[in-house]
């Protein structure tokens, strides 16, 4: 938004952050916070300090702003200065949860977490490494950060109504090269508590602040995360539903299939435990070659209405789908009895050869078709979001190289944002469009 509209959003600014911002110790800091906010708003290519500074003070040169004094004021604030990031982030997923009670809002609730690359030259970079990020696609050097997201999909077909917010941002840090190198942490600045974690670790350590706070959903995450069963069964042990990509590789039994029973216990050693088709460590088959042998079961299914209008109203974004009880047997012929029964849930377009995606989903047993469909296809909400934290707003813009500035920027970002989706919210727009983030995502 330009400096004039800005400006008459000064007191609704102040008021949302208000409380958001009471744990910052010093007036001066909460000042600060509120001058970055107000310069990520800004229309503007670049949302690193440099170019807000020159922005911010066009703008309020009124009061006899200097550009060289904001500079050197918000690379303080944001880089160096002590102010608590993850106490803000705990402040602004209590507010999502109480504005969801207090809306009483309807729609299904879903937590949609995933991982995101940023591209960084150099070796400073907290977290910087030659790594794989879906952001481009491949390996290249990057930072990569894991995303929690929250996000109300609306009962009907239509995305309108529904809305989406970021409510935690974590840095990964690579095992090698990182995590085997203190040295290199402390001048990164990185707290001594921390450690490694791989992702799915760091997705469910994000899950279990977010339910502390009050946030609850549907846990949807893609194959980097759901083929790793120790996830799983974490989202299991926090009791979470959840619908999960899985890579084809992974290997199935049908739920009802019959593995025999215990055997006997002989009197020699430890009793058996295992029934004895697990015992004699039989082979489940992969998740590619069970849905591709039951290609009859695949039929069309419609999850939502397109942002394109056809012939007679939006388009209808659809695919062909089959689902089946199953248990995930990735050890079984190892001789590691198959985990409990869920869904698998395969997606077979028009026109490939096999089934192209895969997910797996502890939803009731009694679950349409359907139902499936639209949990996995959810997160498309990221897409958005992403979208408009990034190109609008400079998610990825930092250009600090320590663990406490690039925290501090992702959780004013993630305020930002908010504010975003809130006022575009109260004014009676849907949650899509912010300057030239405004297209809707196809799927």
């Given at each position: 938004m330009d400096g004039r509209s800005l400006g008459r959003l000064?007191?609704?600014l102040d008021d949302f952050v208000g409380d958001l911002l009471s744990d910052l110790p010093r007036r001066d800091q909460r000042a600060w916070a509120t001058t970055y906010l107000r310069g990520l708003l800004l229309d503007g290519d670049r949302k690193s300090v440099g170019p807000m500074a020159q922005r911010l003070a066009a703008i309020d040169h009124e009061v006899g702003a200097d550009r060289r004094d904001y500079e050197q004021a918000l690379q303080q604030f944001v880089?160096?200065?002590?102010?608590?990031?993850?106490?803000?982030?705990?402040?602004l997923q209590r507010w999502l949860a109480d504005r969801?009670?207090?809306?009483?809002?309807?729609?299904?609730?879903?937590?949609?977490?995933?991982?995101?690359?940023?591209?960084?030259?150099?070796?400073?970079?907290?977290?910087?490494?030659?790594?794989?990020?879906?952001?481009?696609?491949?390996?290249?050097?990057?930072?990569?950060?894991?995303?929690?997201?929250?996000?109300?999909?609306?009962?009907?077909?239509?995305?309108a109504g529904g809305e989406v917010f970021c409510v935690d941002a974590r840095l990964y840090l690579p095992e090698t090269g990182w995590c085997d190198d203190r040295r290199r942490m402390d001048q990164a600045g990185v707290p001594k508590e921390v450690g490694y974690q791989p992702k799915w670790r760091i997705a469910l350590d994000m899950l279990g602040l977010a339910r502390a706070n009050g946030l609850g959903g549907t846990v949807l995450a893609d194959s980097l995360f759901g083929t790793v069963t120790a996830f799983r069964r974490g989202l299991d042990e926090q009791g979470w539903a959840w619908c999960v990509g899985v890579d084809s590789t992974v290997a199935v039994i049908g739920a009802g299939e019959d593995l025999g029973e215990v055997p006997p216990w002989s009197?020699?050693?430890?009793?058996?435990?295992?029934?004895?088709?697990v015992a004699a460590k039989v082979a489940g088959?992969?998740?590619?070659?069970?849905?591709?042998?039951?290609?009859?079961?695949?039929?069309?299914?419609?999850?939502?209405?397109?942002?394109?209008?056809?012939?007679?109203?939006?388009?209808?974004?659809?695919?062909?789908?089959?689902?089946?009880?199953?248990?995930?047997?990735?050890?079984l012929s190892d001789g590691t009895a198959p985990l409990?029964?869920?869904w698998l849930l395969a997606e077979w377009p028009a026109g490939e050869a096999a089934p192209t995606k895969y997910f797996f989903a502890n939803l009731p047993a009694t679950a349409s078709l359907r139902s499936?469909?639209?949990?996995?296809?959810?997160?498309?909400?990221?897409?958005?979001?992403?979208?408009?934290?990034k190109d609008e707003l400079g998610l990825d813009h930092y250009e600090g190289r320590g663990w406490v500035g690039w925290h501090h920027h992702a959780v004013l970002v993630m305020l930002a944002y908010a504010f975003v989706v809130a006022r575009r919210r109260q004014k009676g727009g849907d949650a899509i469009g912010l300057g030239s983030a405004s297209r809707r995502p196809a799927a």
């Amino acid at each position: 938004m330009d400096g004039r509209s800005l400006g008459r959003l000064k007191r609704e600014l102040d008021d949302f952050v208000g409380d958001l911002l009471s744990d910052l110790p010093r007036r001066d800091q909460r000042a600060w916070a509120t001058t970055y906010l107000r310069g990520l708003l800004l229309d503007g290519d670049r949302k690193s300090v440099g170019p807000m500074a020159q922005r911010l003070a066009a703008i309020d040169h009124e009061v006899g702003a200097d550009r060289r004094d904001y500079e050197q004021a918000l690379q303080q604030f944001v880089g160096q200065s002590t102010w608590p990031a993850d106490a803000v982030r705990d402040r602004l997923q209590r507010w999502l949860a109480d504005r969801g009670r207090r809306r009483r809002a309807a729609g299904a609730e879903l937590l949609i977490l995933d991982d995101t690359g940023f591209p960084k030259q150099g070796t400073a970079s907290v977290g910087v490494a030659r790594q794989y990020t879906g952001t481009l696609g491949k390996v290249a050097s990057c930072q990569v950060a894991v995303t929690l997201q929250h996000a109300r999909q609306p009962a009907a077909d239509t995305a309108a109504g529904g809305e989406v917010f970021c409510v935690d941002a974590r840095l990964y840090l690579p095992e090698t090269g990182w995590c085997d190198d203190r040295r290199r942490m402390d001048q990164a600045g990185v707290p001594k508590e921390v450690g490694y974690q791989p992702k799915w670790r760091i997705a469910l350590d994000m899950l279990g602040l977010a339910r502390a706070n009050g946030l609850g959903g549907t846990v949807l995450a893609d194959s980097l995360f759901g083929t790793v069963t120790a996830f799983r069964r974490g989202l299991d042990e926090q009791g979470w539903a959840w619908c999960v990509g899985v890579d084809s590789t992974v290997a199935v039994i049908g739920a009802g299939e019959d593995l025999g029973e215990v055997p006997p216990w002989s009197g020699n050693g430890r009793p058996p435990t295992r029934p004895a088709r697990v015992a004699a460590k039989v082979a489940g088959v992969s998740a590619k070659r069970w849905a591709a042998g039951r290609a009859s079961d695949f039929r069309t299914v419609n999850w939502r209405d397109g942002s394109r209008a056809g012939k007679g109203g939006p388009r209808k974004l659809g695919g062909r789908f089959a689902a089946w009880r199953v248990r995930p047997a990735h050890r079984l012929s190892d001789g590691t009895a198959p985990l409990a029964a869920c869904w698998l849930l395969a997606e077979w377009p028009a026109g490939e050869a096999a089934p192209t995606k895969y997910f797996f989903a502890n939803l009731p047993a009694t679950a349409s078709l359907r139902s499936l469909v639209r949990a996995a296809k959810g997160r498309w909400w990221v897409e958005q979001s992403y979208r408009e934290m990034k190109d609008e707003l400079g998610l990825d813009h930092y250009e600090g190289r320590g663990w406490v500035g690039w925290h501090h920027h992702a959780v004013l970002v993630m305020l930002a944002y908010a504010f975003v989706v809130a006022r575009r919210r109260q004014k009676g727009g849907d949650a899509i469009g912010l300057g030239s983030a405004s297209r809707r995502p196809a799927a």
